[in-house]
T-cell receptor
Framework: DTAVSQTPKYLVTQMGNDKSIKCEQN?????MYWYKQDSKKFLKIMFS???????INETVPNRFSPKSPDKAHLNLHINSLELGDSAVYFC??????????????FGPGTRLTVL | SQQGEEDPQALSIQEGENATMNCSYK?????LQWYRQNSGRGLVHLIL?????REKHSGRLRVTLDTSKKSSSLLITASRAADTASYFC???????????FGQGTRLTINP
């Protein structure tokens, strides 16, 4: 059974387009995250949601907009894609956020390539 | 800025040998975690050590934490080809509601 799933796995698109990545977790967790991993494998948090409420919004361009319709889903919409957006995007979830240091469960990643 | 920094960036050893990776961090922490990432996959949690713990074991994994030096090490004993992956440390940066990851150590186990 897949715990954290993302779609699509690969996304190739032209500069200027708008695209969305979907994430779902079936673990019953309260908190979900989006991370960006660059070509040097550096993993940086972008957003986190707890029970559909935005908790963390790192310094991310306004072109990135997360949406959480319910606590099992956290989608990421990106407007006006730029070359620098090319990366692997990971969704993750944890039981209750980082109080006490929760283990995070990661999805398989979405490799976004902007041409 | 990056919280954790792993050392070495890459490590290549023979199967059966032990692998040691180090992580240094900058701010105080409540806990430190280690994750593994196989090529093309998501991260998988390996072990969590709290700031009041000095050592923790899980199977072939041994993690140490030295808060006075702001450093941690991950030891994998009797390595196997399947251990080939990138290993990341992550901290809660002193209670921040997020994990801050290092750049990882790429471990290659040669058969």
């Amino acid at each position: 059974d897949t715990a954290v799933s993302q779609t699509p796995k690969y996304l190739v698109t032209q500069m200027g387009n708008d695209k969305s990545i979907k994430c779902e977790q079936n673990l019953g967790h309260d908190t979900m995250y989006w991370y960006k991993q660059d070509s040097k494998k550096f993993l940086k948090i972008m957003f986190s949601y707890n029970n559909k409420e935005l908790i963390i919004n790192e310094t991310v361009p306004n072109r990135f907009s997360p949406k959480s319709p319910d606590k099992a889903h956290l989608n990421l919409h990106i407007n006006s894609l730029e070359l620098g957006d090319s990366a692997v995007y990971f969704c993750a979830s944890s039981q209750a956020g980082l109080v006490g240091g929760d283990t995070q469960y990661f999805g398989p990643g979405t490799r976004l390539t902007v041409l | 800025s990056q919280q954790g920094e792993e050392d070495p960036q890459a490590l290549s050893i023979q199967e059966g040998e032990n692998a040691t990776m180090n992580c240094s961090y900058k701010t105080s922490i409540n806990n430190l975690q280690w994750y593994r990432q196989n090529s093309g996959r998501g991260l998988v949690h390996l072990i969590l050590i709290r700031s009041n713990e000095r050592e923790k074991h899980s199977g072939r994994l041994r993690v140490t934490l030295d808060t006075s030096k702001k450093s941690s090490s991950l030891l994998i004993t009797a390595s196997r080809a399947a251990d080939t992956a990138s290993y990341f440390c992550a901290t809660d940066a002193g209670g921040a509601q997020k994990l801050v990851f290092g750049q990882g150590t790429r471990l290659t186990i040669n058969p």
